[in-house]
């Protein structure tokens, strides 16, 4: 059986082995998502071309989990399901008792080791019998195809307007008993990708019709004027947008306390067993210790353990009251804040303004609610004829930024990465077997989204240059100088603010300073 488990190790190693040279050659011929072929080109520009409709396929990563968050997450996705049992790996149906026993022997004994993913497959479509069933097979798949050798749970949703799987995965394999590791950044977006475009090719054998188009592939620029269209709110959207986003901070912190009070008394519970199990132990250690039989030692070994697991348990439930103190102190701030907008009718934009900023100050927990309120800050600037121009423009472009990239806020650095991926797509759809006149409106359309993005770098050096230009050298953040220098270095332009050289002088006198005192440091100790 040992030697049949090893060859199987062995083979799947040969085919990872070469999977991966295969991966490496295709890596180098792609566009975004696709392989660069005539018969791939022609089929995912169609959508671009409106020739053909298709929608965009989402798989997220909701969260990276410790096994306690492994246990949450499979009770959160049962909380709203009809059923109470979960579907494993084999197709059977299992309670969360039961997984959690099994997982048990391949979690970490850390408290903070990351064990279990929760993955979430979604499609727009109406969630009738026929598509779920589609659904679930296609994720089914996905999973066999992907994750072979990895437990997993999962749990079909229907209640909202999208139906989507929700998956808990173990991600120690049963095989290797490794856990799933990326080595590089761009290893992990590769890995996602494929997951994607595997679920997308599923769905469609199905009879559904979907795509996995990169952000880049969109027309920018019309992106752009969709999201300027909402960007700014009247009077009541702004006081019902502050509102909202109180509300929303409120009901997440008191999850949170409810999580916190479950922790609680899960490590109160199983201390009150240990310290049953050490009056056991204790009795034991003194009988055997009066007869002289040599089982005191394993007995004492076992009580210092006992000791050891207590003593954590102690420091863990301090841990837990000290962060639920401090989440009842929030929720006490953001109460205060809510019956403020509630009762004094805030009406003009300057204490409009001040409420904004002491909302900011709590610390906005969601990418939702921070983009809600920074289209609050927008519209407020915008009406504040105070405000000096330059600065309402750097809010608008930030809140676009954020809306465009999916809630990533984007610097020089991350938009030059953008425009050297279109450089590369442009290059290989021209070299490409493909003819012109099927991708000619695909081209274009890439053009004009590098186009975009370098007038993005413009502007952005542009408010970063009029940023540091009212700052000391000495107070600005490392980072943004690196991102000036970067910017001078894109558009080819002098360093009028002379901030390079400047902060090369900052700095190295810093170090001379450190240097120095190290040295009389060690002078002082005769060395």
């Known amino acids: 059986m040992q030697k049949k488990i090893e060859e199987l190790l062995e083979e799947i190693k ?92 391949d979690f970490s004994k850390s408290e903070n080791a990351k064990d279990a993913w929760h993955l979430m497959f979604s499609i727009k479509e109406n969630p009738t019998p026929k598509n779920l069933e589609i659904l679930k097979k296609s994720v089914q798949q996905v999973m066999d195809n992907n994750f072979l050798g990895y437990k997993y749970v999962m749990v079909l949703h229907t209640h909202q307007n999208n139906p989507h799987v929700h998956i808990v995965l173990n991600k120690r394999n049963i095989l290797t008993k490794k856990k ?31 795509h996995n188009h990169s952000i880049l592939e969109k027309d920018l620029k019309k992106e752009c004027q969709k999201i300027k269209r909402n960007l700014y709110l009247d009077e009541y959207e702004t006081k019902n947008n502050l509102n909202e986003i109180l509300l929303n901070n409120i009901q997440r912190e008191n999850i949170k306390i409810e999580k916190k009070k479950s922790r609680i008394d899960f490590f109160s519970e199983e201390n009150k067993n240990l310290k049953d199990e050490r009056n056991h132990l204790l009795n034991l250690f003194n009988q055997y210790k009066k007869k002289n039989n040599k ?27 000290k962060e639920l103190k401090e989440i009842n102190s929030k929720i006490e701030i ?117 186009d975009f993005l370098q007038d993005n770098i413009t502007l952005g050096f542009k408010n970063l240059k009029l940023e540091l230009s009212n700052k000391n050298i000495k107070k600005i953040n490392p980072f943004l100088i690196k991102e000036y220098e970067k910017g001078c270095e894109i558009l080819n332009i002098k360093d009028d603010l002379n901030i390079i050289n400047k902060s090369k002088i900052s700095y190295s006198s810093f170090s001379r300073k450190i240097n120095n005192k190290q040295n009389e440091n060690l002078k002082d100790k005769g060395l």
């Open 180 to 210: 799933i590791h990326f080595d590089k950044k761009e290893d992990v977006k590769e890995f996602w990708d494929d997951i994607r475009n595997n679920f997308c090719m599923t769905l469609n054998n199905k009879g559904l019709r979907y």
């Open 14 to 105: 040969k085919v990872k082995k070469a999977s991966s040279i295969i991966k490496d050659n295709f890596k180098r011929n792609k566009i975004f998502n696709h392989y660069v072929s005539s018969y791939s080109i022609k089929n995912n520009i169609n959508n671009f071309n409106k020739s053909s409709f298709s929608k965009q396929v989402i798989v997220k990563l909701l969260s990276n989990l410790s096994s306690a968050g492994a246990k949450r997450a499979m009770e959160y996705i049962l909380k709203n399901n009809d059923n109470s049992l979960l579907i494993n790996e084999k197709g059977e149906e299992v309670t969360t008792k039961e997984v959690l026993k099994d997982w048990k022997k």
């Open 334 to 450: 953001l109460n205060k804040e809510l019956n403020k907008l509630t009762y004094e009718k805030i009406i003009d934009a300057k204490r409009l303004e001040m409420f904004s900023d002491s909302i900011k100050n709590v610390k906005i927990s969601s990418k939702k609610d921070y983009q809600e309120f920074l289209k609050v800050k927008n519209t407020i600037s915008k009406n504040n004829q105070n405000l000096d121009d330059a600065m309402k423009k750097n809010l608008e472009a930030n809140l676009i930024s954020l809306s465009l990239f999916n809630g990533k806020k984007q610097n020089i650095f991350n938009l030059e990465k953008k425009i050297q991926s279109l450089d590369n797509a442009i290059y290989l759809l021209k070299k490409s077997n493909s003819e012109v006149w099927e991708y000619e409106n695909y081209l274009k359309n890439l053009e004009s989204n590098k």
């Open 295 to 321: 089982k005191f030692y394993k007995i004492g070994r076992d009580l210092k353990l006992n000791s050891k697991k207590i003593k954590e348990n102690e420091n863990s439930i301090l841990n837990e009251m």
